[in-house]
């Protein structure tokens, strides 16, 4: 019998982890500055570059592409190696992908306050960028599918399926997203027109959500957490029905994003059906993965990675109900330009994202630098400040939604706004905002 010897590459993994933890507090405190604006709408006057409408897109991106984008490299270089049993397959296309992601990044740091953006939300980055991007994008997926080619194992686990989706996807939304005419080298026009550049930018807008923060995140989920429990996925053959139904389904349906606007009703319908349709897959998903914990909760209320990972999958169902509920017709005119929009998405990505982030790096480090972790009792004071924080933003938002949707449905007999000044609902909400 052949022995074979190899190593895994941990040293970017590494990489990648100081990356995703140092973007998060960046894209955390902008966060924080953003909310103080809120309180003190003087903050920052007469600073440019730091004006709520530039910052915005600069926390947007910092938590999005550089917090979860650097978890998502991370979680995938570590599972991915080990799911095929081989090495990634080229070191340079591993260190291109993150030497250009952390120049990508600071690129968006230093443009998105100067003022230089295309105004497409989640794809604020001009064109330059948006090359940049692709190409690196490009170099990630080449490695992933050049190693799958070189692996040991024939089986192809189902989080690698979800890899997959992710890479080809991302790329595909991205590249169509961003088709424009560069008119110098920080300024761009799109090469779609109103409804049409509508429909295109929620089409991205809607799957960024679905390819970049959920299905390589559920990839993670399926590989992470039956490691952290030391027990297996509850059910495979409901895990492959859940990433073939999600493939199918999360693509139609951004559409939702406009309702009541200029776009075709059936588009619009056809939006708000798909969207209905993806509580079954997503929740199969959330079902799968608590009950993964068969047998293991007992190690939940001692073991921070598994408690981090069953409040991730929890803010998961959260999310991926109210979602579909938003995208009712009835719902979403009530709710639509609401605070309650920033309290479902904050619940998505603080929970989904962030503590399944989190759970992950509690995880690899004691593993990576073969070591126990420092101190179990700051993990779990990190989950309980993080878990408390996350319900002290959300309530106080959903409040301010239902105020706020209250009080724009107030209409006097001859049919003219009860509330007509508009400063009359943002100073019923501010008791919200501390």
């Known amino acids: ?46 600073i440019s570059w730091l004006s709520f409408g530039r910052l915005r897109p600069l926390h947007t991106n910092a938590v999005i592409f550089a917090f979860v984008g650097n978890a ?61 991007i692709a190409l690196i994008w490009v170099a990630f997926g080449a490695n992933m599918i050049w190693t799958i080619l070189n692996r040991r194992q024939r089986h192809l686990y189902v989080a690698i399926w979800f890899y997959l989706a992710t890479f080809v996807t991302v790329a595909v939304l991205h590249i169509f997203n961003s088709l424009e005419l560069p008119v110098n080298a920080l300024k761009s026009y799109s090469a779609y027109a109103g409804v049409q550049d509508a429909l295109v930018q929620w089409w991205y807008g809607h799957n960024a959500v679905a390819f970049f923060l959920t299905t390589p995140f559920l990839g993670l989920m399926y590989y992470f957490v039956p490691k952290a429990a030391n027990r297996p996925v509850y059910s495979y053959r409901l895990s492959i029905v859940h990433f073939w139904s999600l493939i199918f389904i999360y693509i139609w349906a951004g559409p939702h ?51 981090f990972m069953v409040v991730a999958i929890t803010g998961y169902g959260m999310a991926t109900f109210e979602g579909p509920m938003l995208s009712l017709k009835n719902v979403n005119a009530i709710a639509h330009f609401t605070d309650w929009i920033i309290a479902h998405v ?89």
């Open 346 to 434: 904050h619940v998505g990505a603080l929970a989904w994202n962030g503590f399944l982030a989190f759970g992950m790096i509690y995880y690899l480090v004691p593993k990576l630098f073969k070591t126990k972790l420092y101190s179990t009792g700051l993990a779990n004071l990190h989950f309980w400040i993080g878990t408390l924080g996350i319900i002290m933003y959300a309530l106080p938002m959903y409040v301010a939604g239902f105020t706020q949707a209250s009080m724009w449905k107030q209409f006097n007999p001859d049919g003219t706004l009860v509330y007509g000044n508009f400063l009359e609902t943002v100073s019923e909400i501010i008791p919200m905002y501390w």
């Open 257 to 307: 994003h406009l309702l009541y606007t200029a776009l075709p009703s059936w588009a619009q319908n056809l939006g708000v059906a798909f969207s209905i349709m993806l509580i079954m897959p997503s929740w199969g998903g959330m079902i799968n993965g608590l009950l993964t914990l068969r047998g293991a909760w007992d190690k939940v209320r001692t073991d921070p990675v598994l408690k």
């Open 1 to 46: 019998m052949e022995v074979q010897q190899f190593y895994y590459d941990n040293k970017i993994v590494k990489k990648f982890l100081y990356a995703t933890m140092l973007w998060g507090v960046v894209g955390m405190l902008v966060g924080l500055i953003l909310a103080f604006m809120f309180l003190f709408p003087n903050l920052t006057d007469g």
């Open 72 to 132: 998502i490299f991370a979680g995938v270089y570590y599972s991915l190696q080990r799911l095929l049993k081989a090495r990634m397959a080229s070191d340079l296309l591993s260190n291109i992908n993150f030497w250009g992601w952390q120049l990508i990044i600071v690129g968006a740091a230093i443009t998105l306050p100067l003022g230089f953006t295309t105004s497409k939300e989640y794809a604020e980055l001009e064109w330059p960028f948006d090359i940049a």
